[in-house]
C-alpha cells in the first residue's frame, strides 16, 4: 500500500512537468514491472507472448519520450483556467458530461450487466476531465512550492473539487466493471480507452501539437499503438497454457498460407 501511494503521489507530480501526451502512456511501464515481479517473486510464468509484449511496450514508450512536445510555460492558475473556458474544450467537456449521464441513466440499467464497454465509458471519459484537473492542480501546487502562492485563487480550488468529482465516479464504476467482467477483458480495454481520451482532451486543452510537424505527430501515435498492441498481448495471453502455443502458432501458420491460396 506504501509503494502504491508513493507511486500515485510521483505519477500525480510527473503531470506538472510533462505533458499528459507523454505521462498518461508511460503507465504502461507498469504493468511491465508488474509483469517481471509476478515471474521472480509469485512464480508466475513469463511466456513468450508475455515477453514480447514487455518489449512493445518499452518500444512504445521510447518511440514517445523521442518525440514528445515540450511542456509550456505556466506562469499562473489562472492561464490554465483560460486554457480550460476556451470554447473548444468547454464544448469537449459537454460532450463528455452529456453522454456520461445518458449512460449513467438510460444505458447501464440495461446493457451495464452484459456489455463491458458500458461501465468502462463512463469511467474513461471522467478519467479524460480527471486528468486535465489533476495537472490543473498540479501546476498549481508546483508554483505554489516555488513561491507563488496559487492556493488564494478560486480556479485552484475549482479545479480541486472537479478531480474529486470525477475520480470517485471513475472508481466506482471502475469497481462496477471489475465485479462484474473478468480482469484480463476490462483491463487492457479501460487503458485503451482511457488513453486514447485523456490525449484527445489534452490535445484540445493544452493544443500539445501546436508547433509539432506531422512527422513527429504520426511517430508519436505510431508509438502509442506499439504500446496498446503489447498491453493488449500481455493481458490477453497471461493465462494461456505455455502448451498451446506451438499448437497456436501452427494454426496461425495454416489460416495465412490458406488466405494465400
Known amino acids: 500500500m506504501i509503494t502504491m501511494i508513493v507511486g500515485e503521489i510521483a505519477n500525480f507530480a510527473a503531470y506538472a512537468f510533462a505533458p499528459a501526451i507523454l505521462v498518461t502512456p508511460l503507465g504502461a511501464l507498469s504493468i511491465i514491472i508488474s509483469a517481471v515481479l509476478a515471474h521472480v517473486m509469485l512464480q508466475e510464468k513469463l511466456h513468450i507472448f508475455g515477453i ?24 499562473s492558475v489562472k492561464e490554465v483556467w483560460d486554457l480550460a473556458t476556451e470554447p473548444a474544450f468547454l464544448l469537449y467537456a459537454a460532450i463528455v458530461i452529456a453522454a456520461v449521464i445518458v449512460i449513467i441513466i438510460r444505458v447501464i440499467p440495461y446493457y451495464g450487466q452484459t456489455h463491458v464497454m458500458v461501465y468502462i465509458s463512463v469511467c474513461s471519459l471522467m478519467g479524460s476531465l480527471s486528468v486535465m484537473s489533476v495537472k490543473a492542480l498540479g501546476i498549481a501546487l508546483k508554483l505554489t512550492f516555488s513561491g507563488m502562492n496559487q492556493l488564494l485563487y478560486p480556479q485552484t480550488w475549482t479545479f480541486t473539487l472537479v478531480v474529486l468529482a470525477c475520480v470517485i465516479t471513475q472508481i466506482n464504476y471502475l469497481n462496477k466493471a471489475l465485479d462484474t467482467f473478468n480482469t484480463a477483458v476490462v483491463s487492457p480495454i479501460y487503458y485503451v480507452m482511457f488513453t486514447t481520451l485523456t490525449i484527445l482532451a489534452s490535445v484540445i486543452m493544452f493544443k500539445d501539437w501546436d508547433g509539432q510537424n506531422a512527422t513527429q505527430i504520426v511517430t508519436e501515435v505510431c508509438g502509442f499503438v506499439t504500446i496498446l498492441s503489447g498491453t493488449f498481448l500481455l493481458h490477453k495471453t497471461k493465462d494461456m497454457i505455455e502448451g498451446r502455443f506451438p499448437v497456436l502458432f501452427l494454426n496461425g501458420l495454416i489460416f495465412f498460407s490458406s488466405l494465400r491460396l
Open 52 to 75: 514480447l509484449g514487455c518489449v512493445l511496450c518499452v518500444v512504445g514508450s521510447i518511440t514517445i519520450v523521442l518525440h514528445a512536445p515540450q511542456e509550456r510555460e505556466i506562469e
